[in-house]
């Protein structure tokens, strides 16, 4: 007979650990691949820890590199990686959000140049502070260049004036 006591849990297994230690050397990697405006957000209280990153984003040699996010992913065990994923979270929802009213935006402009007023219309109840005047010249003008096989810049000046708008109703909420 085998006793029991031996076969009790202690703990998680060796390949439990060793995916959550991945895991987290991924998530080094992730800050290291950040711009420096969106690491600035990441709270990273271990001050070893944004050192060893920092100095990962300086390397080019792929051994040192290589070494350097091993010591990152170590680092990265001995803190709690919740606000980091949370801040990385937050990150990853404003990204995507921007696309989204990117492509509102496109969608708003390409209606405006293939249907004119009825697109205005649409246009004024968004943003009703919109210049009327300024979107019809743009709206023009582009009909124009596309007549006269000219480069299309209205509807690059056109997508710029929504985006505009867009921003300024944003402030005025904030």
């Known amino acids: 007979m085998v006793d029991d006591e031996e076969f009790e849990w202690d703990g998680p297994s060796k390949s439990a650990v060793k995916r959550e230690m991945t895991a987290l050397q991924e998530l080094g990697t992730r800050l290291t691949k950040l711009p420096e405006a969106q690491l600035k957000q990441i709270p ?15 390397l080019n040699a792929r051994g040192g590199l290589r070494r350097q996010l091993q010591f990152v992913g170590k680092l990265m065990r001995n803190i709690d990686p919740t606000p980091i994923e949370d801040a990385l979270a937050r990150i990853d929802g404003q990204h995507e959000e921007q696309k989204a009213r990117f492509h509102q935006l496109e969608i708003l402009r390409d209606r405006l140049l293939l249907e004119g007023d ?44 929504l985006r505009e708008l867009d921003n300024a109703q944003d402030e005025l909420f904030e």
Do not use: C, W
């Open 44 to 58: 990273i209280d271990d001050e070893q820890l944004l050192d060893a990153i920092m100095l990962a984003r300086r």
């Open 118 to 161: 009825k697109g205005l219309t649409e246009l004024l109840a968004i943003h009703p502070g919109a210049d009327r005047q300024h979107v019809r010249q743009l709206v023009r003008a582009h009909q124009a260049e596309l007549k006269n096989k000219k480069p299309v810049t209205s509807a690059r000046k056109l997508f710029r004036y």
